[in-house]
């Protein structure tokens, strides 16, 4: 935005507002020794708690003193306030950049694009850190239990689901192991490829050794709750996976690529990432649990998924997916990528908050991943999203908007007390015997030990259904509990803490 030219009548802070505050403006302000300072100026809340503060300032021409606002850069501004303060979304960058050459040291590669040798050499990386003593902290064993349980006494549990810290302590975590893949001899140049979930023609060779399956060579118990295998047995547990047809059924059941899609399409970080304040599941983390729901026993299974060979690939494919949401929108510096964030951005600055244990990188350090030079290909059939309009459940009363015949309806399965459900589940949404949508729900087997579970103890589920497909029948909710033994088992709404349905009109301002 050129600061020229006649005033915006109608703008937003993703389109004008942010373009208006310099990098150096941001930091300038967060000084406290400086007069006026100590304020967040590099995100929408910040921007929007004091923007009484910024007009005036910038109306007598005293902020910033090397760059005063035109007037209209200052009536803009007014006027956006005047407006209701409206976010807005950001524009997708052209296809081609994300498509240029990368000059990062690693650059992570679609599965099914590898040569003959290229996918040997992954798979002699696999096999050599399955080949090791599971108490060498650079073997598949003690790689995969970080995930959840290792074996050897007391599990330990550090990853991170349903926060902020999700996609920054998962990018760590894939780090962390391509640097065990290349400490085995000969993989010294080997780099962790991705599955694209979204692509239906699912690479056969994730069924061939050594990533068909894994042994794993200690008995893994949790704190509480049966062991893998159980107790007594003479027979090590060996993950499970359904076939790949199975798989892509199940994928499309749960609309993961529709999910991933949706997620793209926003360019806030809140919706994109798909856990916000209120719990709700939808955005990418929906993508990323109903994508575990679909594959298999084991990785359905939080307590042990990290031990499937597959979940390493699958798990590249999240970052990479991340990486691509912050290419398109411009969010690739920690900068730029609070001004994608609606609300503050403690868990980025907070030194404690900041922490990804057990791994050395801070959240803040995981943003700009050329930084840690690595980079990814990505599929060339795979689109830049258009941005999606605001869709709201309601809006101010001096404001206007549209419905059309055919807007969708936003029907919210609210608070269901996952805590008291053992393991990994679905919500599906049924309208008499027509199946509206499904979405999982991915965790261990004892949730109630898990610090992330207890902070976000009530989920709830956002299933967006046309209205006409609201009258083929009662709409009711059903919720799928996903056994150890691969079974599917009815959960009671009653013992998950009586949620509600709630339904509402999407508006489009």
């Known amino acids: 935005m050129t600061d020229d030219g006649a005033p915006v009548g109608n703008p937003t802070y993703m389109g004008d507002i942010r373009k208006m505050i310099r990098p150096v403006d941001i930091e300038h302000m967060l000084d406290p020794n400086i007069s006026g300072g100590g304020i967040q100026l590099g995100t929408y809340e910040g921007v929007r708690a004091n923007a009484l503060r910024i007009y005036f300032r910038v109306k007598e021409k005293s902020m910033p003193p090397d760059r005063p606002w035109s007037d209209a850069w200052v009536e803009t501004f007014y006027n956006w306030m005047r407006n209701g303060y409206p976010r807005g979304q950001g524009e997708p960058v052209a296809l081609a950049m994300l498509s240029a050459p990368s000059a990062a040291g690693r650059v992570r590669r679609n599965l099914k694009d590898l040569s003959g040798p290229e996918k040997a050499k992954v798979k002699a990386a696999f096999a050599g850190m399955m080949n090791r003593d599971p108490g060498d902290p650079q073997s598949y064993f003690a790689l995969a239990g970080i995930h959840w349980l290792p074996g050897g006494g007391p599990a330990i549990y550090y990853c991170r689901h349903h926060e902020n810290a999700y996609n920054p302590w998962h990018r760590a975590y894939m780090l962390r192991f391509e640097d065990a893949m290349r400490s085995v001899p000969g993989c010294e140049d080997v780099t962790l490829p991705y599955w694209d979930i979204t692509d239906p023609d699912i690479p056969p060779i994730l069924w061939e050794e050594p990533f068909e399956s894994y042994e794993v060579p200690l008995q893994l118990c949790p704190l509480e709750g049966a062991c893998y295998p159980p ?32 997620a793209l399409a926003n360019s806030w970080w809140e919706l994109f990432d798909g856990w916000d304040g209120d719990n709700t599941h939808r955005g990418i983390i929906s993508a990323h649990d109903s994508g575990h729901n679909s594959c298999g026993t084991t990785m359905q299974n939080q307590d042990v998924s990290a031990f499937d060979p597959i979940f390493w690939f699958f798990h590249c494919n999240w970052d990479r997916l991340w990486w691509k949401w912050q290419q398109t929108y411009g969010a ?178």
Do not use: M
């Not at 060996?238 to 949706?262: C, F, H, M, S």
């Open 231 to 262: 107790a007594g047995s003479s027979q090590k547990y060996r993950t499970d996976r359904y076939p790949p047809a199975q798989v892509w059924q199940n994928l499309i059941e749960r609309k993961v690529p529709d999910l991933v899609k949706g």
């Open 332 to 509: 690739t510096t920690l900068t730029a990528f609070k001004t994608h964030l609606q609300g503050v951005p403690d868990w980025l600055d907070d030194p404690v908050l900041n922490l990804l244990p057990p791994f050395e990188l801070r959240t803040r350090e995981t943003i700009d991943l050329t930084s840690l030079d690595v980079d990814y290909e990505h599929p060339l059939t795979e689109a830049v999203p258009q941005p999606r309009p605001a869709l709201v459940g309601s809006l101010p009363a001096g404001r206007s908007f549209d419905v059309s015949p055919r807007s969708q309806v936003s029907v919210r399965v609210k608070d269901v007390n996952r805590l008291e459900i053992p393991g990994s589940f679905d919500v599906s949404l049924w309208a008499g015997d027509k199946l509206l949508g499904k979405i999982g729900l991915f965790q261990p087997t004892t949730p109630k030990r898990c610090a992330t579970c207890r902070k976000s103890g009530l989920a709830s589920f956002d299933f967006l259904v046309d209205q006409a497909d609201l009258a083929s029948g009662p709409v009711h909710a059903e919720i799928t509990l996903l056994a150890r033994d691969g079974s599917e088992v009815p959960f009671s709404a009653a013992r998950a803490g009586n949620p509600t349905i709630n339904a509402r009109l999407l508006l489009q301002e």
